[in-house]
């Protein structure tokens, strides 16, 4: 093949993830240049939760299917730099409860009400009308969860190097995933979706857990990350990040994060406080030691901790070895694993998911990563608490995972005996 026909190759791909990518800004609710848009809600029966932006952006021709460099060029900076309208006032309304509020100056409201009404108890997804007045009339519905009566745990899971490989090891890579690539390209770990389908689904297939996303990306990727949840048949629930990253042409660095991911988690803990949580994450960033303190600070409110190994350096390993003393302190369970197989395996030993689950995301992971072989499993398991804390702190969980370079890492259960005969939470349970 020819030098012309590669760049001609190059060039039209480079045509084809921006076009998709700059969809979602074409989709946004809103006419005549200001978006009122709302993002996925969470709450319970006693109080909701929304975070949504108004913001202008320049209109873009829904119908163009061939567009040339340029203008998917513009269709990204719409996206990634868009214009806030702060101050605006946009008016929820929800089971009877109605209450104003006012965007900050990113664009940014958010919404915090108590339903006058009690929400139906059929359905998990409510929907909350959103109103807007200045500078021009604008009316968008949100979606907000409530778990209905048969749920028996919350999932909170990360999404970077969790659910998707988006490398945040390698800033340019990342970069290039979070703004440019779009939803299909995007990779999944194989087999996460058969195993977070079923983590919602519960044991008796009809639980609907809560399945709560958090993610360091900024909130201009929403939609993409969204159509990436579809076409890989995840379950939707809401996404919450942990920052705006506040990006624009002439202050290119996010802004540092006044949300904390530990203090969302502290947050979603009060909010459902009768439930059980599952904390899902990797590790190669903060996943270890925020989820030790949550373990430490909330004593038997975790069933189990999944953590996707997507790390060999020394730091991390300790940084583990701190979250599995913590774990292990408290009778709970952790997981540390690069395989998705691993995890639906220990959720069945758990009672959290049904057996089939372990099968379908077998063959799911076949489809996406052609067979490859599946790590080994190592157990740290003690007949005590503290036997299995002493295991740890002896240097166990190190050696199993100092592995030679280049050879997978094997998954490790770290967890007191007694809890490998567990069963989940029943209905009385929670």
Sequence with gaps: MGLSRIMTNLRDALVGILRVAGRPVRRAQGER????????????????????????QSQADPGAERRDLLENMRDISRRIVRRAVPGAVVTARFYGAEEAFTTDRDGYFRVHLSPVDAPATDRPWHTMELSLEQPQPVQAQAQIFIPPPSCRYVVISDIDDTVMRTGVANKLKML????????????????VGALYRALHDGASGQQENPMLY???????????????????????????????WGVSWKSPLPRKAEDHKRELIHNMLALY???PFILIGDSGQHDPEIYRQIVDEHPGRVLAVYIRNVSRSSSRVTEIEELAKAVARVGSTLLLAADSVAMAEHAVKLGLVPPETISEVKSEKAAD???TAQPTTRRIERSTKGETVEA????????????????????VVVEPAARGSQHGPDKEGT
């Design 273 to 275: 406080k009768d439930l």
């Design 369 to 371: 990563a052609g067979g």
């Design 33 to 56: 240049g200001v978006v009122l848009e709302p993002y996925r809600g969470y709450g319970s029966r006693d109080e909701v939760f929304l975070i949504g932006r108004v913001f202008r």
């Design 176 to 191: 290039w995933r979070l703004f440019v690539q779009d939803a299909e390209s995007r990779i999944a770990f194989p087999g």
């Design 214 to 244: 958090v993610s360091r990306a900024p909130w201009g990727i929403y939609d993409v990350l969204e159509e990436f949840f579809r076409l890989h048949a995840i379950p939707v629930g809401p996404i919450l990040f942990l920052r705006e």
């Design 392 to 411: 740890v702190s002896q240097g166990e969980l190190k050696d199993i995972l100092e592995t030679g370079p280049g050879t997978t890492p094997p998954s």
